[in-house]
Nanobody
Framework: QVQLVESGGGSVQAGGSLRLSCAAS????????MGWFRQDPGKEREGVAT???????SYADSVKGRFTISQDNAKNTLYLEMNSLKPEDTAMYYC??????????????????????WGQGTQVTVSS
């Protein structure tokens, strides 16, 4: 059973930075996609960034140029570097993973329900 544990959330002022981490256990897929999603109460879960086993990435337009997704395969850890944070980035951030398929990272970004495994989330709050 794959387990995902997020960390690194917190409260920052607008313009600040945070780095989220997602530690994955028992993840043995040779091809996969992992991603970060966020959700505010009363809103739908939205894709933030995805990365696959080949290192291809996709980003939501709202975070391009500010957020960077990366992975450390030796540590089985996924990261999300968030810079120039805005109040509208406030949300619960979730890490997700799937054994993947033929779809590209952009498809996975748009289809969070297709992911097999989810973490519990970490809260990010950005104040103006």
């Amino acid at each position: 059973q794959v387990q995902l544990v997020e960390s690194g959330g917190g409260s920052v002022q607008a313009g600040g930075s945070l780095r989220l981490s997602c530690a994955a256990s028992a993840y043995t897929y040779s091809t996969y996609c992992m991603g970060w999603f966020r959700q505010d109460p009363g809103k739908e879960r939205e894709g933030v960034a995805t990365i696959d086993s080949a290192g291809s990435t996709s980003y939501a337009d709202s975070v391009k140029g500010r957020f960077t997704i990366s992975q450390d395969n030796a540590k089985n850890t996924l990261y999300l570097e968030m810079n120039s944070l805005k109040p509208e980035d406030t949300a619960m951030y979730y890490c997700a993973a799937t054994g993947g398929g033929a779809s590209g990272t952009w498809w996975w970004l748009l289809h969070p329900n297709a992911f097999d495994y989810w973490g519990q989330g970490t809260q990010v709050t950005v104040s103006s």
